[in-house]
């Protein structure tokens, strides 16, 4: 690891830092329909917009409605990209006469680009005209980043709203979305990136003849090694190159903006016509993050609580630091598989670590970012091998796309998704010290949750049921080319990042069947609408309550320790190994009970368990459960310590003694005895 990288890593966070609150003001107050700089342009252009199709813009709709006219809208938009798909041969500036995308490949990427995740069953510049490329795809960045937008937009209505029945309008938050949040910023972006290298225009692919003919393995239909009859590849010989182009930087900007992340050509974000210089790669890593930290300011301001809206970003800083620190640790520490004296360190002549499936012109520190980035996002773009990662370097992206990809995330899918793990945070941690479950003015109830943990049970379901059936069975295994625990990793991955709507993926693995084109197209569209939903029941139910004052008894959520206990939950969550409906069957009727006897007798009343039970064996038995993860046991020992200053407790003092010495687990008094010898 070198110190260039860190600053270089350091400098991008404070580049996010710096445009958050400015953005964050700025959509707040386009979404709240209050004057901005762009209004004298943009006005006229949306009243044109609503007369057309007949929207009324002071129609305020219920979740219900909400939900229908987003689910319409996205049904609709994903049957024209399939029919475009299945015509482009057919269609304008087709310059190469590509022909129509196979039935299902044509499913898998409408449902890809309507949820956008953006997976990538086929590569760009050899399936795709430039009228799908610029009226289908980049059509549907721009939408289905909107519509996550106007999710998120209506969620923080719901929150900041008091004894109403309506979030908002949908055509007028997708409207808004798009001509103030995206098109404008992505006009001078592409500018931008045009200035840099990246190509914008309709010419067909150039045929150039190479300097020297190249031998490359001859490779069937299906993409895999011809061999001969005594096992040895069939090699052809290349002596021409075609050099594919097109109105590349058009959609290039949009996919990073809107954390879509689909590539015009197959090596994505990796290619010198999409990425060419080190300036254009933080452009593109700014897009990702930009309007997703933004929107942790729009929603301190639109629920009155600034405050509130700093303390998620930090919390997603924080997760973020952690990630892409260890991923540039362990890429840069080199191969470990490579033979002892072999040098990896970094010198004035080589960058050192592992650089395999990693571009010079960006190193260790740049990929290590990207990666980190665009999986803490819903993005999928990338600028290096995923699939060429170390262990511990590979890891770290599957886990963020696990963790719902919170980390600041999609473009209003990343909002989104952390007010869920916001609610079950303090409706748990309210519920632990006995203190009211309130976020921000409104209590969170029994159907809160039940929305939230949908949301959270959707996610794990699908990857896992689609995952497990393609490890064991001939169609899901055939396309394995690493086989071994690493083909596992590569299926596990694909579904996950399809079920996150990420697109990002692990070489290795032939998706472009019918068996992966089917169960991916399902996986996203189940991972975008089937949490989608929940969460606009949520945004109503909220919407419907009164605002209950701040007391001594509401929990906090603007503070540091709000901020640690979120990051604790998004931690247990991704690593709990209790099967779902176990969980669920264990904890509700306890969650259940504990809210009756709040509501009737009161918090100190009502408390139940070993703490005021004065039980000092199961609290030692907890403490010493908890021993092999420290932050969750000091946790643990601060919420008990606090619950014995209110409660009227057997065996205060034992258990005041036991909590401050925290017992070890029987492993880690084992080791230190040995180590003592």
Same mark, same amino acid.
């Given at each position: 690891m070198a110190a260039n990288g860190w600053f270089q890593i350091a400098f991008f966070l404070l580049l996010i830092l710096a445009v958050t609150k400015p953005l964050g003001v700025f959509m707040a107050r386009v979404f709240n329909r209050e004057k901005t700089f762009m209004d004298p342009v943009l006005r006229p252009l949306e009243r044109l917009l609503y007369r057309v199709t007949g929207v009324d813009e002071n129609h305020e709709m219920r979740w219900t409605e909400y939900a229908v006219s987003m689910l319409l809208f996205s049904v609709v938009s994903m049957l024209v990209l399939y029919v475009m798909e299945r015509a482009q041969a057919f269609l304008?500036?087709?310059?190469?006469?590509?022909?129509?995308?196979?039935?299902?490949?044509?499913?898998?990427?409408?449902?890809?680009?309507?949820? +956008?995740? +953006?997976?990538?069953?086929?590569?760009?510049?050899?399936?795709?005209?430039?009228?799908?490329?610029?009226?289908?795809?980049?059509?549907?960045?721009?939408?289905?980043?909107?519509?996550?937008?106007?999710?998120?937009?209506?969620?923080?209505?719901?929150?900041?709203?008091?004894?109403?029945?309506?979030?908002?309008?949908?055509? %007028?938050?997708?409207?808004?979305?798009?001509?103030?949040?995206?098109?404008?910023?992505?006009i001078v972006g592409a500018l931008a990136l045009v200035s840099q290298g990246v190509v914008q225009n309709l010419k067909p692919y150039d045929t150039v003849k190479l300097i020297e003919p190249q031998h490359v393995p001859k490779v069937d239909a299906s993409g895999k090694p011809v061999v001969s009859s005594?096992?040895?590849?069939?090699?052809?010989?290349?002596?021409?190159?075609?050099?594919?182009?097109?109105?590349?930087?058009?959609?290039?900007?949009?996919?990073?903006?809107?954390?879509?992340?689909?590539?015009?050509?197959?090596? +994505?974000?990796?290619?010198?016509?999409?990425?060419?210089?080190?300036?254009?790669?933080?452009?593109?890593?700014?897009?990702?993050?930009? %309007?997703?930290?933004?929107?942790?300011?729009?929603?301190?301001?639109?629920?009155?609580?600034?405050?509130?809206?700093?303390?998620?970003?930090?919390?997603?800083?924080i997760l973020f630091l952690v990630g892409v620190s260890v991923t540039y640790w362990a890429e840069a520490r080199g191969n470990p598989l490579l033979a002892v004296g072999v040098d990896q360190h970094v010198s004035a002549l080589q960058s050192g670590g592992n650089m395999e499936g990693k571009e010079v012109r960006f190193g260790i520190a740049n990929t290590a970012l990207f990666a980190t980035a665009t999986t803490d996002a819903s993005c999928g773009a990338i600028n290096g091998w995923h699939d060429s990662f170390t262990p511990l370097g590979g890891m770290v992206p599957l886990v963020n796309i696990m963790l719902s990809e919170v980390i600041f995330g999609g473009v209003g899918a990343g909002m989104y998704g952390m007010l869920i793990y916001i609610v079950l945070a303090v409706f748990i941690a309210g519920l632990m010290v006995g203190r009211t479950p309130e976020y921000l003015g409104k209590k969170i109830e029994a159907y809160d949750v039940k929305m939230a943990m949908l949301v959270v049970l959707v996610f794990p379901l699908v990857i896992l049921a689609f995952s497990a059936i393609s490890a064991v069975e001939g169609f899901g295994t055939s396309s394995i080319s690493n086989p071994g625990p690493h083909g596992l990793s590569e299926i596990l991955y694909a579904f996950t990042s399809q079920a996150g709507n990420n697109g990002s993926a692990f070489g290795g693995l032939t998706t472009n069947t019918l068996w992966y084109n089917t169960t991916g197209a399902i996986t996203m569209l189940a991972g975008r609408f089937l949490m989608i939903l929940p969460m606009l029941a949520i945004a109503g139910n909220l919407a419907r309550k009164k605002y209950v004052p701040a007391s001594l008894g509401t929990f906090p959520v603007t503070t540091p320790l709000f901020?640690?206990?979120?990051?604790?939950?998004?931690?247990?969550?991704?690593?709990?190994? %209790?099967?779902?409906?176990?969980?669920?069957?264990?904890?509700?009727?306890?969650?259940?009970?504990?809210?009756?006897?709040?509501?009737?007798?009161?918090?100190?009343?009502?408390?139940?368990?070993?703490?005021?039970?004065?039980?000092?064996?199961? %609290?030692?038995?907890?403490?010493?459960?908890?021993?092999?993860?420290?932050?969750?046991?000091?946790?643990?020992?601060?919420?008990?310590?606090?619950?014995?200053?209110?409660?009227?407790?057997?065996?205060?003092?034992?258990l005041e003694k036991i909590l401050q010495s925290k017992p070890e687990s029987k492993l880690k008094k084992k080791k230190r005895g040995l180590l003592s010898t």
């Open positions: 304008p500036f087709n310059p190469q006469k590509l022909g129509g995308v196979a039935p299902a490949l044509a499913f898998n990427t409408a449902a890809s680009f309507t949820t +956008n995740t +953006n997976w990538q069953n086929y590569s760009g510049e050899t399936t795709m005209s430039y009228f799908t490329q610029m009226a289908g795809l980049a059509y549907h960045n721009f939408v289905s980043a909107a519509v996550g937008i106007a999710i998120a937009i209506a969620f923080i209505r719901g929150i900041a709203r008091r004894e109403m029945e309506t979030i908002g309008n949908f055509w %007028v938050d997708l409207v808004r979305s798009c001509l103030w949040v995206l098109l404008p910023f992505c005594d096992g040895k590849p069939v090699m052809d010989t290349v002596t021409e190159q075609t050099i594919a182009q097109g109105p590349v930087a058009s959609q290039e900007i949009i996919k990073e903006w809107g954390t879509n992340g689909g590539g015009f050509f197959n090596a +994505n974000s990796a290619h010198p016509f999409e990425n060419p210089t080190p300036l254009s790669n933080l452009i593109e890593l700014f897009c990702i993050f930009a %309007v997703s930290s933004g929107l942790t300011y729009t929603l301190g301001r639109m629920t009155g609580s600034p405050r509130h809206g700093w303390a998620v970003w930090a919390a997603m800083a901020t640690a206990l979120l990051a604790t939950t998004e931690h247990v969550a991704a690593t709990a190994g %209790v099967e779902g409906k176990a969980a669920r069957r264990r904890m509700l009727p306890i969650l259940r009970q504990t809210l009756a006897n709040y509501a009737k007798l009161g918090a100190a009343d009502s408390f139940s368990g070993p703490i005021i039970r004065g039980d000092v064996g199961t %609290v030692s038995r907890h403490l010493r459960i908890l021993a092999g993860n420290l932050p969750l046991q000091e946790v643990y020992a601060a919420l008990a310590k606090t619950a014995l200053l209110y409660l009227p407790s057997k065996n205060r003092r034992k």
